[in-house]
């Protein structure tokens, strides 16, 4: 399997713009997480999906940010404006849940900058 | 939130020692997983344990889980410079599969 696939794998943009960072979990995995990891706030969960359904977006930091899931196999967050800081690594991950481990397989992270 | 806390927050050894990172929770789990990340890349998964377990073993890996003290701890023997990285626990509860990470621990081995 190739494993989680994520892109933009690094991105630069101007405060202000849009970024949409995309996501394809693992083929059969039914939950998908994103998770945001910076220096000063570690990794934290913005939201996360079973069943291509949004399962808690508490994490969402503010309605600039939005997720979607329109079917198994892809998940994006948009970033609507950008501001600097927002300027992070974007990690997704899928697993099965209700399978044996229910562990985590992440992907190999997106890093945004915002000018 | 299902967050362990990893303790402590920094460790640096020299090759060929032990490694001993701990994790601590708050509530009744199901299971609790440590997971490694190695700069700029994702995390790994490298061991679950389930609450009936006490000690699990995965090559130079032990982990060991005192559900009583609501504690785990991770143990890896005879370092290389490439287990250099940090290391998360984290763990589920119920039938809440949402995972949240703490700081984690910076493992430094010095060659």
């Known amino acids: 399997d190739a494993g989680v696939i994520q892109s933009p794998r690094h991105e630069v943009t101007e405060m202000g713009q849009e970024v949409t960072l995309r996501c394809k979990p693992i083929?059969?995995?039914?939950?998908l997480f994103w998770y945001r990891q910076t220096m000063m706030r570690g990794l934290e969960l913005l939201i996360y999906?079973?069943?291509?359904?949004?399962?808690?977006d508490s994490g969402m930091p503010e309605d600039r940010f939005s997720a979607k899931m329109p079917n198994a196999s892809f998940s994006t967050l948009k970033i609507q404006p950008s501001e600097p800081r927002d300027s992070a690594v974007y990690f997704c991950?899928?697993?099965?849940?209700?399978?044996?481990?229910?562990?985590?397989?992440f992907g190999e992270g997106s890093r945004l900058t915002v000018l | 939130s299902q967050q362990g806390e990893e303790d402590p927050q920094a460790l640096s050894i020299q090759e060929g020692e032990n490694a001993t990172m701990n994790c601590s929770y708050k509530?009744?789990?199901?299971?609790l997983q440590w997971y490694r990340q190695n700069s700029g890349r994702g995390l790994v998964h490298l061991i679950l344990?389930?609450?009936?377990?006490r000690e699990k073993h995965s090559g130079r890996l032990r982990v060991t889980l005192d559900t009583s003290k609501k504690s785990s701890s991770l143990l890896i023997t005879a370092s290389r410079a490439a287990d250099t990285a940090s290391y998360f626990c984290?763990?589920?509860?119920?039938?809440?599969?949402?995972?949240?990470f703490g700081k984690g621990t910076l493992l430094t081995v010095n060659p």
């Open positions: 999906f079973n069943n291509n359904v949004p399962i808690d």
């Open positions: 984290t763990y589920n509860a119920g039938s809440n599969y949402k995972l949240t």
């Open positions: 509530t009744s789990i199901n299971n």
């Open positions: 083929s059969g995995h039914n939950s």
């Open positions: 991950a899928s697993s099965l849940q209700g399978g044996p481990t229910g562990e985590l397989f």
């Open positions: 344990i389930r609450s009936n377990e």
